[in-house]
């Protein structure tokens, strides 16, 4: 059996880290947007061998339990302990893993997903798993509940699936520029002094947008933060401002990575495009993901 | 501006009441399959009047405060005060009205979707009033959080958008088949002695399904809960006896209509088709809907 699961990618603009041990009751508030591209699964699913067998591969290169604790935590408690059989997890990104894309969510979400679909289970108790071992192995804090949510989402209370609260904004039909410049390590960042600052910013970000609740003011917000944080600087702060020249609201930084992001209007496409192009950085313009996450069984070759 | 909203009809398998002087705190436990048809809801808003007037007209039949209670709640709600102008909300459901199609709900939740995208507002604060709207009003007690799920939901914990939790089932692609023969009054249920066995019944149900959380089996434990409720009798009871000799998976009946439903594999399409046109009996087969409720600006004469 195949199964294909659809994870959208998930850029955080503004957050504020909520640690418990309990890992269903850490998590984060803040907000993101959901993107058209992210993270596909498959997972392949053959009985009848000798032995419990789960592999895993990124991009279609195979990768060790070492190199993929997340997905294998999910596997191992979601693969029952009596299966004899192969189950391989191959996992597709359409973004580079470290940049701030929630691949790493993806990859558990969509795993779990998967799994629970050809083993039995339900959505939250898949949702639940990947935020378990997304807290565990320090993937992220907000990235699955965000992706469940889809659309630009605003986490008003932390915590992971059943416990968090999660809220959408309505938005027109924005486009979603992205700007990937290089990875920064999660784990890092939230070790490090700057997460008092992360705190407070963050905090004042969520109160001011919950007043205003609209993406054009998701987008100030997101730059104060990046900027009121410490975290936006150099370079790409000198990219940023120059994107915002032909940019009506204005770009922020992508959370956690070295890259940037914009809400773009129809009329806006071409110019960033140029603009882009002639500084000769890369980047790619998406839509916004509104709906849910995907998982489905799947037939090679095309649909039945 | 012309705002419209889409939510999908939502018809209960089986179900717990849970009460509360809080109406967000108030919800239900239970099932419920979420339809590809169901209530639309067009807010034409023009300012520029001298006072501020809300109107509202169902299946193109304008009707007054008294006949629809709930949406001049949410409505009131919504128009700010100081707006001068007509808001005109005009409803439209794809099924009728009493039947158990959770319309009142479709008409609350879609009223307040599309007036908060045109005044302000977000997803939740929108799906907390119309919940609200609905417990007040006696409407319902699930459906708005049943309708923002989507698919085939289970209600883990009881309560309006934020507090309660709702879980979902993985299916393939079956059909719903719908026969809607006449009205329920939900508060007369509600208010009567079945309420004890309904509890009963539901919580049976609820514990069962989530040890085996699969579609196939909530139609048995929705016919259960059915017959042991004592809600499910007479013609209804035969006429469900008639169906299932040409389906795989057991009819139950729409809580609370006076009406019958079953999942339907590809291959049943036409035997099932066939039974109930011999037997004159009303009927609709639509598919599942598993995507959010819909709402956005509307441009007359087609998409722009």
New interface residues.
Partial sequence: MLVRAFIPAHITAFFVPRFHDDPLKAGSLGAGINLDKGTNVFASIEGGTLERHIHAAFNGEPVGKRDAEITYYVAENLVPEDFLGEVEIWQYFDFPNGHGFGNSAGGALGTALAL??AF??????AAKLAHEAEVIHKGGLGDVVGQLA?GIE?R??AGGP?IG?V????F?DYRVLVVPLGPLHTREVLDGDVVKAIEVEGSKALDALLKD??PERMMVLARSFAEGTGLLTGDLMELAREIDKVLKNPSSMIMLGKGLFALLRKNEVDDVKSLLADLGVPYDITGIH???PK???WFEGGSE
Same sequence: chains 1, 2.
């Fill in positions: 629970s679909y039995g289970g339900t959505w939250l108790s889809g605003v008003v209370k059943g609260v809220d959408n904004l309505f027109e609740p609209r509104w709906e849910r998982v489905g069984r």
